[in-house]
């Protein structure tokens, strides 16, 4: 027995058990923490702090590095010299099975067991009884602690737990990065170790910068409690004021039936569950503070879940943190809000899910790049992140676990890759990789002034898209013909207020204005979906991409688009103004819509308002049963714009922004092209102005494949003109056209045209 185990009093001893022990332990270990010694030091004394309270005559530490061996970094019991010798993997020993699995393991005779491995150099082969538990911090394994005694015992729950309360601790000391000095040579701990993520394409470009999580997560200083009755009654309080939070979203009446409340009420059956609530209490119990007791049970769940297989149980891992973070903030008095205030330069901002207005929060000055958990190419938050030429890759599993704020990461955009502290060699590759970026960008806007012609001598307009005054000198750089898609919608999002008729004017002149003698095709509206109004109540809808959107709100709530209206009226007197309605599904849709514009019309002429030179009304091709009325949709509408975005996820029944359905459908399948070649046809038929305004506009492959069935005008972001330009100058349309007709002709219509086309466009030097 060592002097410390025998200088301990006999009164700590006695107040050993389920309660008192773990609470003199975190006391004890929080002196230790506080002592000015080395690191090795204070882990040396850690463990026979540990030893002593739990009676074991051994206790180890072990520290998972990033080349994936647990490494033993202090022991009281074992053979001294085997520290920082002794090393397993994953899934190795006894040891290396709780760090795979991340459960605890108790047994009482531990050489019998199938994964014992004996290491000669402990000198743990006299002792029988075995408890080790996983060492873990939000639900990532970073070590393993360990306790032995020599007797065959059965170590009780209360142990077990005391144990895990213990780790806890541990689990911030290995976190600091201090134990980095002490470890092996060249190695690293696991929890800083870098991480390569794979995640879906949304927005070109390479990002460089540190990590913002755009949820900030609390951080709990305090882990031991002071007054463990105190801190029981602030648990009890929070969780009641969260689950009246939740009883009230459920509650309030714009949450209709349906799966959107089922969701709801699932959510709160988590809040309300007996055995997550029994975890917290007892947490607390052991001497944790509420926040730590929180912290700790969630990153238990949180390493369970990670490793389930069951879809269905891997995604309660969400709502399981998502309480567990609204107990965090209500615990610290926060609100459970995002905040924005001070972006440090080249951020990265790391999140579960966004919507198109938080992004637009950020100041983009400072934006190098966005990576999110839950996002597809097609998700509107995607077509913003474009819009605003941010790198952005969607669909990384887990990534907010995986990192800490201010972390080193990288975002590739192009390829979906993500490097959480990258190696020097990865950030010495990107950055040449950025720099390659850049050079190639400084060629195409050297095509800036020559025109887009093919080969064989066919014209091509280019467009592109915008909806804030910061992309309106977009059109000069890339010598665009115009705006051929403006989404007033963005400036709605921006602002704390629906904007009134005034504000909405003087931001329409301002675009006019930014833009001399070039057209802009201004979209009214488009907001349901996911493109909330921060300032208006969502309506719940099981469906909501089918649901009350676009032009449906304009036209069953006719003041607002009358407004709209007569803003884009005043602000475009003397000029030509082109407006389009979105998703019209019928002729009679839009025949309303062209009606209240007459009206306002009218109306400014009664008042003796100057009028616009020029009025052309379009319609846009999005809802697929407009393809069945484009004789007479043609026949009433100045122009047609189609959007390919909905389009597409319409006509294959298959939500763009739920990745279990939106990778089952691709934009170049004969179906796609087919519907498309048939606008082309009743619009050039017709002599009716079309334009292409979604996002296969921008994609040099798909705007081959849209060339080749006949679309002479492509709008699409910025940075997308230069490639397609590109493309443009190096293809035979004669050539492609036939190519991909006898394709749509011929192809098995389940299948894509993708690689085909990819093949032709090589064989052809066509940079695609």
């Known amino acids: 027995m060592t002097d410390l185990q025998r200088e301990a009093p006999e009164k700590e001893i006695a107040m050993r058990g389920p309660i008192g022990g773990p609470r003199l332990l975190l006391r004890r270990l929080r002196e230790v923490m506080a002592e000015p010694i080395s690191p090795q030091e204070r882990l040396d004394k850690i463990v026979i702090h540990i030893a002593a309270n739990m009676v074991a005559e051994v206790c180890s530490v072990y520290v998972l590095r990033a080349d994936g061996r647990l490494e033993l970094f202090a022991t009281e019991g074992l053979n001294r010299e085997a520290v920082h010798l002794t090393t397993m993997r994953k899934g190795e ?61 059965i170590y ?150 990670q490793r389930q297989t069951d879809p269905y149980m891997r995604e309660r891992l969400h709502d399981l943190d998502d309480l567990a973070n609204r107990l965090l903030y209500q615990l610290a008095g926060r609100s459970f809000a995002t905040a924005h205030a001070d972006l440090p330069e080249n951020a990265i901002i790391v999140a579960r899910t966004m919507g198109p207005a938080a992004l637009l929060d950020y100041d983009r000055s400072k934006l190098r790049g966005v990576v999110l958990e839950d996002a597809g190419a097609s998700s509107h938050v995607a077509i913003v992140a474009r819009a605003l030429g941010i790198a952005t890759v969607g669909e990384v599993t887990n990534v907010v676990g995986f990192v800490e704020p201010g972390d080193a990461l ?33 060629q195409y806007h050297k095509l800036r002034d020559k025109a887009a012609v093919t080969k064989d001598g066919v014209k091509i307009e280019l467009h592109v898209n915008a909806g804030l005054l910061v992309d309106l000198p977009h059109v000069e750089e890339t010598g665009a013909a115009s705006i051929g898609l403006f ?47 921060p300032y208006m109540t969502k309506v719940e809808e099981e469906n909501p991409a089918l649901g009350w959107r676009a032009i449906r ?18 602000a475009g007197a003397d000029r030509e103004v082109r407006i389009m309605f ?60 189609v959007g390919t975005n909905d389009l597409v996820q319409y006509l294959f029944a298959a939500d763009r922004d739920n990745k279990r359905v939106a990778g089952r459908f691709d934009s170049l399948s004969a179906p796609v092209l087919r519907a498309l070649k048939v606008v082309v046809e009743k619009a050039r038929a017709s002599k009716t102005p079309l334009t292409l305004c979604g996002e296969m506009a921008g994609k040099p492959i798909d705007a081959l494949a849209l060339l080749a069935i006949g679309y002479r005008s492509l ?54």
């Open 410 to 442: 990288i975002v590739d955009g192009t390829s979906g890759d993500v490097h959480i502290r990258p190696p020097q060699d990865i950030e010495n590759a990107y950055a040449e990789k950025a720099r390659l970026r850049a050079r190639r960008q400084e």
């Open 715 to 768: 709008s699409m972001s910025p940075a997308s003109i230069g490639p397609v330009k590109a493309m443009i100058l190096a293809t035979d349309l004669e050539a492609v056209g036939k190519f991909v007709g006898d394709l749509i002709e011929a192809h098995d219509a389940a299948h894509s045209l993708r690689d085909e086309l990819n093949r032709f466009a090589v064989a052809h030097r066509i940079p695609v």
């Open 582 to 641: 979105p998703m019209i599904a019928t002729v009679a849709e839009f025949e309303t819509a062209k009606g209240l514009t007459e009206r306002e019309v009218a109306y400014l002429k009664r008042h003796e308002y100057r009028l616009p030179s020029d009025l052309k009304l379009g319609a846009m091709v999005e809802v697929p049963a407009i393809l069945w009325q484009l004789d007479e949709i043609c026949a009433r509408a100045d122009f047609l714009s």
């Open 93 to 153: 020993g006894l040891v290396g099975l709780i760090a795979e699995t991340a459960e605890p393991l108790a047994l009482a005779d531990a050489q019998h067991h199938p994964s014992f491995s004996y290491r000669p150099e402990t000198g743990e082969e006299i002792y029988s009884s075995f408890l080790g538990v996983p060492i873990l911090r939000g639900g990532i394994t970073l070590g393993v602690l360990v306790v032995q005694n020599r007797v065959r015992r």
């Open 156 to 305: 009780p729950d209360e142990e077990i737990e005391a144990l895990q309360t213990t780790a806890m601790l541990l689990a911030e000391i290995v976190a600091s990065g201090e134990l980095q000095a002490i470890g092996l040579l060249d190695t690293e701990m696991a929890l800083r170790r870098p991480l390569a993520l794979k995640g879906v394409p949304i927005a070109e470009g390479v990002g460089l910068g540190h990590v913002v999580l755009h949820e900030p997560r609390v951080i709990v200083k305090q882990l031991v409690a002071e007054d463990v009755k105190a801190e029981t009654e602030r648990l009890e309080a929070a969780i009641d004021a969260v689950r009246q939070s939740i009883d009230q979203l459920i509650e309030r009446g714009d949450v209709g039936p349906g799966e959107h409340r089922e969701v709801l009420e699932a959510f709160r059956m988590f809040a309300y569950d007996r055995g997550w609530i029994r975890r917290l209490r007892e947490a607390v119990a052991t001497g944790l503070t509420a926040e730590a007791a929180v912290e700790r049970v969630q990153s238990d769940a949180r390493a369970k879940l």
């Open 553 to 570: 709100i304009g036209l069953d709530r006719p003041a607002l688009l009358r407004m709209q209206l007569r803003a884009l009226l005043r």
């Open 487 to 533: 989404r007033t919608e963005l400036q709605f999002m921006i602002v704390s207020q629906f904007p009134g008729m005034r504000q909405q004017q003087a931001f329409y002149k301002a675009a006019f204005d930014a833009v001399p003698g070039k057209p802009i095709t201004f979209r009214t509206l488009d907001i349901g979906s996911d493109k909330v109004l």
